[in-house]
C-alpha cells in the first residue's frame, strides 16, 4: 500500500502559478503510476494529468495542455503539478492518485486508481 498526502494548494489569482506537490510513503513508490484528478463544487471528479512510473510517459486533460505539467521524482517519493496561468475554472479540490502498474499506460478513469490523498484546495480569483 502507499499513503499520499498533498499540498501546495492555496488562494490565488487569474494568471497566478501554483506547484503542487504529493508525497507517497509506505510502498516502491517507482512502482507506480500516478496522477492528479480535480473535483470541483457541484462537479464529478475529473482526470487531470497522468504519469507512467518510470515518468517517460504523461498525459493530460485538454483542457488543461499548455498549462500544466506533472513529474515526478522517485528518489525523493514525490510527484509534482506545475500550474501556470490558472484560470477561474481550474478551482477545485486537486487529488493525487496511485496504482501500482508497470503499464505504459495512463488511464482517465478513477477506478483505475486505487489509492487517494486527502486532497488540496485551489481557489483562482478572477
Known amino acids: 500500500q502507499v499513503q499520499l498526502v498533498e499540498s501546495g494548494g492555496g488562494l490565488v489569482q487569474a494568471g497566478d502559478s501554483l506547484r503542487l506537490s504529493c508525497a507517497a510513503s509506505?510502498?516502491?513508490?517507482?512502482?507506480?503510476?500516478m496522477a492528479w484528478f480535480r473535483q470541483a463544487p457541484g462537479k464529478e471528479r475529473e482526470f487531470v494529468a497522468g504519469?507512467?512510473?518510470?515518468?517517460?510517459?504523461?498525459r493530460y486533460v485538454d483542457s488543461v495542455k499548455g498549462r500544466f505539467t506533472i513529474s515526478r521524482d522517485n528518489a525523493k517519493n514525490t510527484v509534482n503539478l506545475q500550474i501556470n496561468s490558472l484560470k477561474p475554472e481550474d478551482t477545485a479540490v486537486y487529488y493525487c492518485?496511485?496504482?501500482?502498474?508497470?503499464?505504459?499506460?495512463?488511464?482517465?478513469?478513477?477506478?483505475?486508481?486505487?489509492?487517494w490523498g486527502q486532497g488540496t484546495q485551489v481557489t483562482v480569483s478572477s
Open positions: 492518485a496511485a496504482a501500482r502498474s508497470n503499464a505504459p499506460l495512463i488511464p482517465t478513469f478513477r477506478i483505475s486508481y486505487s489509492y
Open positions: 504519469i507512467t512510473w518510470s515518468g517517460s510517459s504523461t
Open positions: 509506505g510502498s516502491t513508490f517507482s512502482t507506480y503510476r
